[in-house]
């Protein structure tokens, strides 16, 4: 499977620059017919733990993210104000002025929460998948997994259904929730042929390093 949409090397991470889809550092070239040669992508993914998860581009994409927050949050707060001021809806007067207050510190605490939750840390656990639920309607599909301690969690996955197909009963599964990277890594990736970019969900090739779309490592076994 090769995806069009790529910004970064999936083979060595670097940046492409512009229309340029050839990689400048390792050459490795998305746009021909097998740009993976005769490999295939089951057992690419391996098998194992990944050792890449404190790679320092999880904090790279992070940073980036709360960045954008801010800007966009900033943007909300000067321009719907502005634009309520010029069509007329409010006026400069206590009314006006409340108004836009309550709005503002409503964008800037939903920001704040949004960037704090990238720099918490949270629970892990290693547990094994033992049912799913295929619900339809209102509630979504849930994977159920059992914890190594014995308690058991609830995985939505809304309508989401090529996630919901990715996990199986039985896989291992290890909740990484650390600050800068929160993702599900599956112990056995050699019978799939996609992984799912650990900072964005970019659906990326077993046989890829990198996300193409974030430049992200993906968790890879042995
Ligand atoms: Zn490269
Ligand atoms: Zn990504």
Not at 3 to 31: A, H, M, P, W, Y
Not at 123 to 151: A, C, F, H, M, P
Request: net charge positive; hydrophobic share 35%; aromatic share 10%.
């Amino acid at each position: 499977m090769a995806f069009e949409k790529t910004f970064f090397c999936t083979q060595c991470g670097s940046i492409l620059s512009g229309k340029n889809k050839v990689c400048r550092s390792c050459g490795f070239d998305i746009t021909t017919d097998k740009p993976y040669g005769d490999r295939s992508p089951l057992g690419a993914g391996g098998t194992g733990w990944s050792d890449a998860v404190n790679d320092y581009r999880f904090a790279g994409y992070q940073g980036n993210r709360r960045t954008y927050i801010t800007i966009f949050t900033l943007l909300l707060v000067i321009a719907i104000p502005t634009f309520l001021l010029l069509s007329g809806d409010l006026g400069m007067d206590k009314e006006g002025i409340t108004v836009i207050a309550v709005l503002s510190a409503m964008f800037l605490l939903i920001a704040l929460y949004s960037i704090r939750n990238t720099r918490k840390k949270g629970l892990e656990w290693t547990g094994t998948v033992e049912d799913k639920r295929d619900y339809y309607g209102s509630q979504g599909n849930v994977i159920l997994v059992r914890l190594d301690d014995g308690k058991m969690v609830e995985l939505p996955m809304a309508d989401d259904t090529v996630k919901y197909d990715y996990f199986k009963v039985g896989d291992r599964l290890k909740k990484h929730n650390r600050p800068n990277l929160r993702t599900i890594e599956k112990f056995d990736k050699t019978r799939d042929e996609v992984l799912f970019c650990p900072s964005c969900a970019y659906m990326c090739d077993t046989r890829d390093d990198y996300c193409g779309s974030c430049g992200s490592p993906l968790l890879k076994g042995r």
